[in-house]
């Protein structure tokens, strides 16, 4: 996108007395041109600098307006930005209303502010002040340019975060000791803790400032942290119900997605009632990951702390043939759909499709596992084909029921695998063996049973759509390894099946439910959706976003608002166009502390027993751990102009 200037990461572009086709294009910010329908965007000031894409903009004005909102968000328990920004906003003030206040006064409360406040809003906050006084002379712009100015806070872990926790607040309420406060910060966004603090995939982490020092903050275990303190003491949750409406709110499937839809439905006063195809709650984290990872019994209670807020859940009940969906649209005001993926890809090799004893798909495997049945109990040695999370939890529960040989069959290399490299190290660790770049041609059989599987090996070659380079078979390289079970864990794929034609939703191309992305609404009104069901296979974190989102979505529709963004929703995808997180920034010296890790049972001791293998921190640590947050927020605005 042209702009007139930019000051953005260190990168100046200054078009100002050029000809609009010679403007330079910022390599470092591309900023979109609306913030949402009809708001144009004018300029931009943030934690880096400041973008401004038209003259007329009045820059002392959006200076005021940006230390208001600075101020505002400041704690106040550093001098420098509570009383500095105070200050800043009373020079600033002076300024635009003509008087005279020297320009030199004016940066050096600004360069205070950010040299001596503790954290990233007194650090990052002066800078477009700071930039507008160092790139421009009076009149600072288009002074009396009319403008919309709006903020928002974010940080680098909150805006990866696709449940949007405010991760340095419930953080720093550990850090103080307040551990009530600390949970009910966490749900504000999620009803799963103690889920996610132990199974997220933690992108939060991936995007920490302190990890550019030395590790990153241990997010997700503390997150757990606070869960478990709630749950060890069995103290009940400090939620209720924010209103009462009568009105009654059908959700299809109790995993991730629909446990947090009617979960904050049940907070707004809406009659829940959820319809769950299995016997008990969870979806696929309930029977697709072990317990060793996530005790059942974990998981129960925070259903528990969901069906206290009057949530009904009916087990038992397949839609589509114990009742159909225009029969739940017709009985409820609204309904929304959960389903997880809980059906597995095929292979496409020789010998699939033959109906072999010892050849069975990583869902159904890991389903009976759970089930407390080995599927398959005169094999001993077990292939698993796959790459993913599910291909890892296959392996590592396969030693669990006393399976002696077990071995992973991966197309790719190491590196590109999709599943957590921490559960790769617990799986080598274990005594998994790892086969990469070869994959199954043909299922080898003997009597009716798989007796082995025949490899192709396997070479890199360019990039696929997915950004990985596409595995190629290298000509005359075939091998064979010799198994009992040979379990397909490829990927999943989402059962729709339950779906009509007069019920009124459409499918994708890819075999998921279209939806509004604004809205979560189905091609049928007052349907909605979220989950796997929507996105493909996904990460249990996103489900469990975009089930809470959904909520607020049936919340608007229930009450005649108009459906669309929120603004915090329109500021997340501002900031993740923006990339909030810079891996080539320079921190600098924070006081090394390393990260603290949980204590697990050794490879030898765990690979035989389903009980968590991991202890959870105790108050010492998790105190230690939340000290070592850099408590990154930082301010961002926008002008805009409304065509």
């Not at 070659?461 to 380079?469: L, V, Y």
């Not at 990260?595 to 001791?605: D, V």
Request: proline share 5%; aromatic share 8%.
């Amino acid at each position: 996108m042209k702009v007139l200037f930019s000051s953005w990461r260190g990168e100046v572009v200054d078009n100002r007395g050029r000809e609009r086709e010679h403007w330079q294009v910022p390599r470092r910010v591309d900023l979109p041109q609306e913030f949402s329908k009809g708001e144009r965007i004018k300029a931009f000031f943030g934690w880096d600098g400041i973008v401004i894409v038209e003259e007329d903009v009045d820059l002392l004005e959006m200076c005021v307006k940006y230390v208001e909102a600075l101020q505002r968000e400041s704690c106040g328990r550093c001098v420098p930005c509570s009383k500095g920004t105070y200050l800043l906003l009373h020079l600033l003030s002076r300024l635009k209303e003509g008087k005279d206040v020297a320009k030199e006064r004016i940066t050096a409360v600004a360069e205070l502010i950010r040299q001596g406040s503790k954290c990233s809003i007194g650090q990052t906050g002066p800078v477009p002040v700071l930039h507008v006084f160092e790139f421009f002379e009076p009149p600072f712009g288009t002074p009396g340019s009319k403008a919309d100015y709006r903020f928002s806070v974010t940080a680098p872990c909150m805006a990866a975060c696709p449940s949007g926790l405010n991760i340095p607040r419930y953080i720093e309420e550990i850090r103080e000791g307040r551990f009530t406060d600390s949970l009910s910060t966490i749900r504000e966004r999620t009803c799963l803790p103690a889920t996610l603090g132990r199974v997220c995939v933690r992108p939060c982490e991936e995007n920490c400032r302190r990890g550019l020092v030395d590790e990153a903050v241990s997010i997700k275990w503390l997150k757990r942290f606070a869960a478990d303190y709630e749950m060890e003491r069995q103290w009940r949750p400090l939620v209720s119900a924010r209103r009462t409406d009568g009105r009654r709110v059908a959700v299809i499937g109790a995993g991730p997605a629909g446990l947090s839809c009617a979960f904050y439905l049940a907070l707004m006063g809406y009659k829940v009632k959820i319809f769950e195809r299995l016997k008990e709650p969870g979806g696929m984290a309930a029977v697709g990951i072990p317990d060793y990872r996530l005790p059942r019994e974990v998981l129960r209670r925070e259903v528990d702390v969901i069906r206290a807020q009057g949530v009904e859940i009916e087990y038992g009940v397949t839609v589509g043939k114990d009742i159909t969906l225009s029969e739940i649209r017709e009985e409820f005001d609204a309904v929304f759909i959960g389903v997880g993926a809980q059906t597995s890809t095929k292979m496409g090799v020789e010998g699939e499709e033959k109906g072999l004893k010892g050849f069975i798909s990583g869902i159904q495997y890991l389903y009976d596992i759970n089930m407390g049945i080995d599927p398959y109990p005169e094999g001993k040695k077990v292939v698993v084909v796959g790459g993913g999370n599910v291909a890892i939890d296959c392996v590592r529960t396969s030693f669990r029921i006393g399976k002696t040989d077990v071995n992973l069959i991966y197309r790719r290399s190491r590196q590109e695998m999709p599943a957590d490299p921490v559960e790769v190290r617990d799986a080598e660790e274990e005594g998994v063996k790892f086969h990469f770049l070869c994959n199954p041609v043909r299922i080898i059989e003997r009597d009716g049973r798989v007796c082995g599987v025949e490899l192709i090996r396997m070479e890199l070659g360019e990039p696929d759509e997915s950004g990985r380079r596409r595995p190629v078979p290298v000509p005359r390289s075939e091998f064979v390894i010799e198994t009992d079970i040979l379990v397909a864990a490829i990927g999943q794929a989402i059962d729709l099946s339950f779906l009509e034609e007069k019920d009124g939703v459409n499918v994708t191309r890819r075999g998921t439910l279209y939806v509004d992305p604004d809205t979560f609404m189905t091609t049928k009104e007052g349907v909605f959706a979220a989950g796997d069901c929507v996105t493909g296979p996904d990460v249990l974190v996103r489900a469990a976003g975009n089930g809470r989102r959904a909520a607020e979505k049936i919340d608007l529709y229930l009450r005649g608002k108009e459906l669309s963004l929120s603004e915090e929703e329109r500021f997340l995808r501002f900031f993740s166009a923006l990339r909030v997180f810079d891996k080539e920034e320079r921190v600098g010296e924070a006081g090394r502390m390393r990260r603290t890790y949980l204590r697990m049972l050794s490879p030898e001791m765990r690979k035989w027993t389903f009980d968590e293998v991991e202890e959870g921190y105790r108050v010492n640590e998790a105190l230690y751990e939340a000290s070592r947050c850099l408590r990154c927020y930082r301010i961002g605005m926008v002008a805009l102009d409304h065509d």
